[in-house]
């Protein structure tokens, strides 16, 4: 049973940081890509980064490019979102997402999380 676990959610000052990781377990994910999404109230769900699990391609949406970093651990099967300068607008439920393809989009993730609430206060 596949199973995407998040963690390290909170509420922290525009400004500063937090790092939310995705515990995997399951199955082999090594051919898999991990991806990171986020949903605020009233809001679709967006994309925020993915990385492949071999090797180290990844990919952001511009908002946050230059203050996220995704990362794996892959003997943990972990997969981390390090938020640098944060701000209110990033404040979501964050959720963690795998798929089987080299470039998913949003529908086209195999599973996902429950998610870790991140809220950013003003």
């Known amino acids: 049973q596949v199973q995407l676990v998040e963690s390290g959610g909170g509420l922290v000052q525009a400004g500063g940081s937090l790092r939310p990781s995705c515990a995997a377990s399951?199955?082999?994910?090594?051919?898999?890509?991990m991806g990171w999404f986020r949903q605020a109230p009233g809001k679709e769900r967006e994309f925020v980064a993915r990385?492949?699990?071999?090797?180290?391609?990844?990919y952001y949406r511009d908002s946050v490019k230059g203050r996220f970093t995704i990362s794996k651990d892959n003997a943990k099967n972990t997969v981390y979102l390090q938020m640098n300068s944060l701000k209110p607008e990033d404040t979501a439920v964050y959720y963690c997402?795998?798929?089987?393809?080299?470039?998913?989009?949003?529908?086209?993730?195999?599973?996902w999380g429950q998610g870790t609430q991140v809220t950013v206060s003003s």
């Open positions: 990385i492949r699990w071999s090797g180290d391609s990844t």
């Open positions: 399951g199955r082999t994910f090594s051919a898999y890509t």
């Open positions: 997402a795998a798929s089987r393809r080299l470039r998913p989009t949003k529908n086209e993730y195999d599973y």
